[in-house]
């Protein structure tokens, strides 16, 4: 890759792009790469244990812990808040410049639109109701008596679920996987690299991606 002095953009020679007039697939993560934030982080602040979730968020995110293990982990300290909590993250979830025209966009061109989530089924469902997104994969939060469990239900949706849920969607809408796109801020979008024609990373998280095929590296604020 080369590095511009004055632009901060990585280069690298693509030989196959997706094309916008065919039927395509993006599966993009939520948290950092759709919207702005970390939700979990977010609640937990909210729940008066910020700082602890938030350490352990940026050392998965980093790839330094198992992601399912920290997930289960970072939930447990929220046993006993309230499930309002939720919906105010909900309400004021910052969404990332250009999503929505991105979606309109590739949705008007015949692409599926999709997120594949570590986070949670609550902020994922909002964004599907509100871009009209085709399916959203994330994980539910247990609630019991108006108040969280600390406990995941179901399968967690890791690396390997993403990687899984990528190919289940393009075979589900007969998408070749030269028009399948995928985006991630996380080392736990990295599998997902391996099953698309095209990765492009995004947010402020530092991804071992360079012996990876094409990707398009995006630097900002």
Known sequence: PLKS???EIDLCHLPALPTLSEPGLLVMDMDSTAIRIECIDEIARLAGVGEQVAAVTAAAMQGKLEFSDSLRNRVALLAG??????????????WMPGLQLMVDTLRGAGWKVAIASGGFTRFAGELQQALGL??????????????????VSGRIVDASVKAEVLQQLAQEYGI?????VAIGDGANDLKMMGVQSLFIPCGGHQLHVRHIKPRVAVHGE
Do not use: S
């Open 5 to 7: 002095g004055e632009w």
């Open 81 to 94: 808040a309230p499930v309002t909590i939720l919906d105010e993250v909900a309400a004021n979830m910052p």
């Open 134 to 151: 085709d399916a959203i994969f994330a994980n539910e939060l247990a609630v019991e008596g108006g108040q969280l469990t600390g406990k």
């Open 176 to 180: 070749a996987a030269a028009q399948t």
